[in-house]
């Protein structure tokens, strides 16, 4: 009650917006003006909206007193082809200005200077600006602290991304940085200098054939994406001096080998490394290890066929692995070095055709595990993994016997979609309250005497997907939508009282598939004892 009461004055700021119009530009132009409140920030908030109005020049702002409190400016996808000095004067508030998709070609050199005290972002994407022609239209600008420079163009021969571009700039306090899609090849080794407060660099879609020695300029980076490029091999010492790097994107290039020391200096900081799609034939073990902050690490969509022994080793504090499709080779104690430190594994289209039980059995902490888009016919020994969440969505089952949830120790989500399972009744031999929730999605599901009792009992706490009955109507498995098939189904089967709250009641573990009746057994005795020493 108490938070709820907190939540309810929040809740009635946030949907605040004070009397804050422009009506003159509103007449003038196609241009749209409204004022809100940011609870979470304690502030007003003036947005002139010009944005996809087919303006080829800045509306007139001067006329309107109302201008000079706006602090957001959208004029992205319009046809603007020139900034020009002394256009933002009524705009000295401002502190996001959006210009993507227009056709500028040239910021000239004091276009932006009188908002320089409070503008915090600037989105010039997707335009025609010659980024190695001088960017001297940013100088000054020292309360920056998001730049987007994506989809703009390198006019010099060698698509290089020129020294000393941003040295003298003073931008002294930019944190991220973007530029996206231009083109770039090479990036000259002082291209950022200057740039010593910049937190997250993006270079993604572009056509670099190494990590740029650039980035070493950037002292306090924790984010680098390098996403979509053409990257083979990653050099020893790349990140030399990076000693707060935390994140790295190389994701989508065409990576054949990464040197052994090339994460060197990225000991104790280094968490999340993403390697999607490249062209690894290996775990790249002896350039992982001794990364004792990794927790996050994705290698899907590579050519690994076998996991080395021991190729998690040094790597103390992995929580979480992606794997998918991938032609892996399963065999015991694959994943040997992550028994207490697993969590989250996915193993997606990597051609499973059972269950790998023995190959996980060891991971003492896995909690979350998806092996969908396999071949899986027959899922066994579930019940022997402490899991939480288990995805087999796509695979080739059919039926699913009790059997398989032996053991089981904590209710679990369990996503069947999409598989060819037409009878449910192995739900009726499982320990009631064993799923928290059940996903049978596109799955051809029989309407019977069973579905009844499943639905009605109460014993699942959630389910979804449908059931289709003999005349080919199609109903909501979701029990508070079966009214319909419930009253066709209790004609001819015996109506199931609710006798289990699934949301109230404690999960019992047994060490093999319980009865419904033996469960009810097990209750009532349980609370005839506690009536009894009442």
């Not at 980076?221 to 990257?231: A, Q």
């Not at 706490?461 to 449908?466: E, H």
Request: glycine content about 4%.
């Amino acid at each position: 009650m108490l938070k709820a009461s907190l939540l309810l004055p929040l809740m009635c700021i946030s949907i605040f917006a004070y009397e804050f119009r422009c009506p003159q530009l509103e007449q003038t132009t196609s241009c749209k003006c409204r004022g809100t409140f940011e609870w979470w920030n304690n502030r007003n908030v003036s947005i002139l909206n010009c944005s996809a109005v087919s303006l080829q020049t800045i509306p007139n702002l001067y006329g309107d007193q109302s201008s000079y409190a706006i602090t957001k400016l959208f004029l992205n996808g319009n046809n603007l082809t020139r900034i020009k000095a002394n256009e933002f004067l009524p705009l000295q508030q401002v502190n996001e200005i959006d210009l993507s998709r227009n056709l500028i070609e040239t910021l000239e050199n004091d276009s932006l200077s009188l908002v320089s005290r409070h503008l915090t972002r600037l989105v010039l994407e997707g335009n025609r600006i010659a980024l190695d022609q001088g960017l001297w239209f940013l100088r000054g600008l020292q309360t920056l602290n998001e730049l987007v420079l994506d989809s703009n163009t390198i006019q010099n021969e060698y698509h290089t991304l020129p020294g000393i571009l941003f040295r003298d700039l003073q931008l002294t306090s930019l944190r991220k940085l973007s530029i996206k899609n231009c083109g770039i090849s090479k990036v000259t080794p002082t291209a950022f200098l200057g740039l010593d407060q910049v937190e997250e660099l993006d270079l993604s879609y572009n056509y670099l054939e190494s990590v740029p020695e650039a980035i070493m300029s950037m002292k306090r980076l924790k984010k680098l994406v390098l996403y979509d490029n053409n990257i083979d091999i990653v050099s020893g010492h790349s990140f030399r001096g990076l000693s707060h790097l935390s994140e790295i994107d190389m994701s989508l290039n065409m990576m054949t080998n990464i040197e052994d020391d090339a994460f060197e200096g990225l000991e104790d900081s280094l968490k999340e490394l993403k390697l999607y799609s490249n062209m690894l034939s290996a775990i790249p073990s002896s350039s992982l290890r001794k990364l004792r902050k990794l927790h996050f690490l994705v290698l899907s969509k590579n050519n690994i066929h076998f996991i080395q022994d021991n190729a998690f080793n040094g790597i103390p504090n992995l929580k979480m692995l992606e794997l998918d499709y991938n032609p892996l080779i399963y065999y015991n104690e694959m994943f040997s070095g992550l028994e207490d430190t697993l969590e989250t594994l996915t193993l997606r289209a990597t051609k499973l055709t059972s269950f790998p039980v023995n190959a996980l059995i060891n991971l003492r902490k896995l909690t979350d595990l998806d092996l969908s888009l396999n071949q899986i016919t027959k899922p066994v020994g579930i019940g022997r993994l402490a899991l939480k969440n288990l995805a087999l969505a796509r695979n080739n089952i059919v039926s699913v016997s009790p059997l398989a949830f032996s053991g089981l120790s904590r209710s679990l989500s369990l996503d069947l979609d999409n598989n060819n399972i037409t009878n449910i009744s192995f739900l009726l031999d499982v320990t009631p309250c064993s799923f928290s929730y059940l996903d049978l999605v596109g799955n051809p599901v029989r309407c019977d005497c069973d579905t009844e009792r499943i639905i009605n009992s109460g014993m699942i706490l959630g389910i979804g997907g449908t059931c289709s009955l003999s005349n080919g109507l199609t109903y909501e498995l979701n029990s508070g939508s079966t009214s319909g098939v419930i009253q066709h189904l209790t004609q001819k089967c015996n109506t199931t009282e609710k006798t289990l709250n699934c949301v109230n009641m404690q999960f019992l573990s047994t060490s093999s598939a319980a009865t419904p009746q033996t469960t009810f057994v097990f209750i009532f005795v349980v609370a005839l004892l506690f009536v009894t020493v009442s």
